[in-house]
């Protein structure tokens, strides 16, 4: 079992940049692959990024590709999140989430087996 405390989010105007941040504690984190997901008010919660449990492989959602860059530090046991050229549509609760299958990198919610509590990002106009 792993346990995923995200921060780093926050306030800011659009155009900016935020960088999010996942610790882990628990299960040896290099055997997890690791995403971002989000979720506005009203919508479901919808993938953003993830990583492989060496950080070789990435995927992005085609809304953030470009501007946003997911990486991992093992050694630290944390994943973050580079967010870059902040729209308002950007604005949600940023979820960590931790996938024990490592033969596949999880592009949809119920493909991961652990999550933090979220934080608040709000992108103004």
């Known amino acids: 079992q792993v346990q995923l405390v995200e921060s780093g989010g926050g306030l800011v105007q659009a155009g900016g940049s935020l960088t999010l941040s996942c610790a882990a504690s628990?299960?040896?984190?290099?055997?997890?692959?690791m995403g971002w997901f989000r979720q506005a008010p009203g919508k479901e919660r919808e993938f953003v990024a993830a990583?492989?449990?060496?950080?070789?492989?990435?995927s992005y959602a085609d809304s953030v590709k470009g501007r946003f860059t997911i990486s991992r530090d093992n050694a630290k046991n944390t994943v973050s999140l580079q967010m870059n050229s902040l729209k308002p549509e950007d604005t949600a609760v940023y979820y960590c989430a931790a996938d024990a299958k490592l033969w596949v990198l999880g592009l949809s919610v119920r493909e991961y087996d652990y999550w933090g509590q979220g934080t608040q990002v709000t992108v103004s106009s």
């Open positions: 628990g299960r040896t984190f290099g055997t997890y692959n």
């Open positions: 990583i492989n449990w060496r950080g070789g492989s990435t």
